[in-house]
């Protein structure tokens, strides 16, 4: 668990890092791909980012991540405003 809600992970030898932030007013999981010295791989996503919007008007933030065979990345969110929740979301980053 990281406590301001960041993680990075490691498939096939690229770098992911996840984070979560806010765009025109909708909360969303962010991911950046990096390379290997640290610069963002703009053949990812868009200029090196991905963002997967997260329904509703809770905010939410990444807090325990884990990676399985097939370079899936299951994140576990903390989504709490004035009680405590917990949401779950899956993708695959890398076919």
Do not use: H
Request: aromatic residues 14%; negative net charge.
């Amino acid at each position: 668990t990281i406590g301001d809600g960041s993680e990075m992970v490691f498939v096939n030898g690229n770098i992911y890092f996840f984070f979560g932030t806010t765009i025109s007013g909708q909360n969303q999981l962010g991911v950046v791909k990096l390379n290997s010295n640290g610069s963002t791989d703009t053949t990812f996503g868009n200029a090196g980012f991905k963002y997967y919007p997260w329904s509703g008007s809770i905010g939410a933030r990444p807090v325990n991540m884990t990676l399985d065979e097939y370079n899936r990345v299951s994140i576990g969110f903390d989504v709490s405003d004035t009680t405590r929740d917990w949401g779950l979301m899956r993708i695959c980053v890398e076919p």
